[in-house]
């Protein structure tokens, strides 16, 4: 009997062991930065992706420390030659609303993350949007040579997109 415990006892303990294992190569593929090489969109109609046409041109980084914490930055064309250099005193109603939306166009948040088997959970700790604190974003994953693709679950702007993020080095 003790040595059908003892059996038992060891057989949970790979299982377990097994489990946390695999969790922590998982992890290691996600461990470090990551630059934003294109944002593509998914056209039903073809069942095909392709480069998203209106945001061409974005910049990103994306960051996972392999400890369960995260942060993301992405840009629009033209957000670091943008002339921050005006008195904002000195703008019209127009130019103070084109300069709000240009800022809100940044996306900056940082999270906690939790792996399974396809996809990874990002539980927003802050953001550049203050409405977004404490709220959590899914995202499927898959990985190609040096490619981490990620789906958004939720659409944007009506579409159904994934970024492609390339491991630097």
């Not at 294992?21 to 069942?47: Q, T």
């Not at 959970?121 to 977004?132: C, F, G, M």
Request: glycine share 6%; net charge positive.
């Amino acid at each position: 009997m003790n040595i059908l415990k003892s059996g038992f006892g060891i057989l949970i303990f790979l299982a377990i062991y097994s489990c946390k294992s695999k969790d922590n190569k998982l992890s290691d593929k996600f461990n470090g930065m990551w630059r934003l090489d294109k944002i593509e969109a998914f056209d039903s109609s073809a069942n095909t992706w392709s480069d998203d046409t209106t945001r061409i041109g974005w910049n990103g980084y994306i960051l996972y420390d392999g400890h369960g914490h995260m942060g993301v930055h992405l840009t629009p064309k033209g957000y670091k030659e943008f002339n921050t250099n005006k008195n904002i005193d000195s703008l019209n109603h127009e130019d103070l609303v084109a300069l709000t939306k240009f800022y809100k166009s940044n996306f900056v948040y940082f999270s906690d993350y939790i792996l399974t088997d396809s996809a990874i959970e990002h539980k927003r700790l802050s953001a550049t949007e203050p409405q977004n604190w404490g709220t959590s974003l899914t995202r499927n994953f898959e990985f190609r040579k040096d490619t981490l693709i990620l789906t958004a679950h939720e659409k944007v702007a009506g579409q159904k997109l994934r970024l492609r993020w390339i491991k630097l080095k």
